[in-house]
């Protein structure tokens, strides 16, 4: 299958030139910088321009290994000024910078130097491979739709933050249970005792909701998963609702601590008794940039352990 008919069959289009790329990473280990270099030398080698977050430039030396002047990019900027984000670190680095990218619309891909990387597509091994295939167009984007968590006081949003793959709400200690009140759109859903609750996107249920007992939904679901944490009825089960609808949470009691929503487990909201949460998609996407060969269930097979066959051969 040659590269354009591979975007026609994903239904998505996308720039098949990269002039300009941008390395980014959170974390600056050793052995993150290897690869980051790695990414560096092999785009200067086909005549890639590079540009680098300001945190990874400052902790890189100023010259590159073949005698250019190293230069950055701010995080506001990177949206106009490449055309490919690289990001180099595991799953969590991908979620801050993705957040930060979707509204852009550049692609993201990513080199994972964490632990599952179930987002990030390229193993350091992979990066002279996968990149002289991603340059001569043999890849495919991938939209994975963000959510926006909203806390409303009096009729009022008094925070907004958006999380690429869940927004939970907890009592804000590490132990204790809160009861609230949950609404799609205007319609009551139910009420609950439970030490918080877990809304994913499709993106985020390989994350902290399956650790939580929820479902695995394929990338593409247009869909919400609402998983309820340690509830005190056993019946409280996960509820998979469609992706155009509302949540609207409410406290029902006080928890006796400072509740607060979590998005992404990165950036921390507080709300109070009375405020109303509302969750729905962000009205922007994440275009992740994955190698050809990415299967969504071979990554599923591969990070989450699951047998083929008792013999590890596969069936045909």
Same mark, same amino acid.
């Given at each position: 299958?040659?590269?354009?008919? $591979?975007?026609?069959?994903?239904?998505?289009?996308?720039?098949?030139?990269?002039?300009?790329?941008?390395?980014?990473?959170?974390?600056?280990?050793?052995?993150?910088?290897?690869?980051?270099?790695?990414?560096?030398?092999?785009?200067?080698?086909?005549?890639?321009?590079?540009?680098?977050?300001?945190?990874?430039?400052?902790?890189?030396?100023?010259?590159?290994?073949?005698?250019?002047?190293?230069?950055?990019?701010?995080?506001?900027?990177?949206?106009?000024?490449?055309?490919?984000?690289?990001?180099?670190?595991?799953?969590?680095?991908?979620?801050?910078?993705?957040?930060?990218?979707?509204?852009?619309?550049?692609?993201?891909?990513?080199?994972?130097?964490?632990?599952?990387?179930?987002?990030?597509?390229?193993?350091?091994? $992979?990066?002279?491979?996968?990149?002289?295939?991603?340059?001569?167009?043999?890849?495919?984007?991938?939209?994975?739709?963000?959510?926006?968590?909203?806390?409303?006081?009096?009729?009022?949003?008094?925070?907004?933050?958006?999380?690429?793959?869940?927004?939970?709400?907890?009592?804000?200690?590490?132990?204790?249970?809160?009861?609230?009140?949950?609404?799609?759109?205007?319609?009551?859903?139910?009420?609950?005792?439970?030490?918080?609750?877990?809304?994913?996107?499709?993106?985020?249920?390989?994350?902290?909701?399956?650790?939580?007992?929820?479902?695995?939904?394929?990338?593409?679901?247009?869909?919400?998963?609402?998983?309820?944490?340690?509830?005190?009825?056993?019946?409280?089960?996960?509820?998979?609702?469609?992706?155009?609808?509302?949540?609207?949470?409410?406290?029902?009691?006080?928890?006796?601590?400072?509740? $607060?929503?979590?998005?992404?487990?990165?950036? $921390?909201?507080?709300?109070?008794?009375?405020?109303?949460?509302?969750?729905?998609?962000?009205?922007?996407?994440?275009?992740?940039?994955?190698?050809?060969?990415?299967?969504?269930?071979?990554?599923?097979?591969?990070?989450?352990?699951?047998?083929?066959?008792?013999?590890?051969?596969?069936?045909?």
């Amino acid at each position: 299958m040659n590269s354009s008919a $591979q975007y026609r069959e994903h239904g998505v289009d996308v720039n098949t030139s990269f002039n300009t790329v941008a390395i980014v990473a959170r974390r600056h280990t050793s052995e993150i910088l290897a690869s980051v270099n790695a990414v560096e030398a092999f785009m200067q080698a086909h005549q890639v321009s590079v540009l680098f977050g300001e945190q990874t430039l400052a902790s890189l030396p100023a010259q590159a290994p073949d005698g250019s002047v190293r230069c950055s990019c701010g995080d506001d900027e990177m949206g106009k000024a490449v055309d490919l984000v690289v990001v180099v670190g595991g799953d969590g680095s991908l979620l801050g910078f993705g957040r930060e990218m979707a509204a852009s619309g550049v692609p993201v891909v990513g080199v994972n130097r964490g632990g599952l990387g179930f987002l990030a597509a390229i193993s350091p091994d $992979q990066i002279e491979t996968k990149f002289a295939e991603i340059l001569a167009g043999q890849y495919w984007v991938e939209n994975h739709f963000l959510l926006q968590a909203s806390v409303l006081r009096n009729g009022s949003v008094i925070a907004q933050q958006s999380a690429l793959n869940d927004v939970v709400i907890s009592p804000g200690v590490v132990m204790g249970m809160m009861e609230f009140a949950l609404w799609l759109d205007d319609e009551y859903v139910y009420e609950q005792r439970s030490d918080g609750l877990i809304v994913a996107s499709p993106t985020g249920s390989t994350a902290y909701a399956l650790s939580a007992g929820g479902p695995i939904m394929h990338p593409g679901l247009d869909a919400l998963v609402v998983v309820p944490m340690f509830p005190h009825t056993l019946t409280s089960r996960p509820l998979v609702v469609p992706g155009d609808k509302v949540l609207r949470l409410r406290l029902l009691d006080n928890p006796g601590t400072a509740p $607060q929503i979590s998005c992404d487990s990165q950036v $921390q909201i507080r709300f109070e008794v009375g405020d109303e949460i509302q969750i729905q998609k962000h009205p922007d996407q994440l275009k992740l940039l994955y190698p050809s060969d990415h299967s969504f269930y071979e990554a599923c097979r591969s990070k989450l352990d699951w047998a083929s066959r008792l013999g590890g051969q596969p069936v045909r």
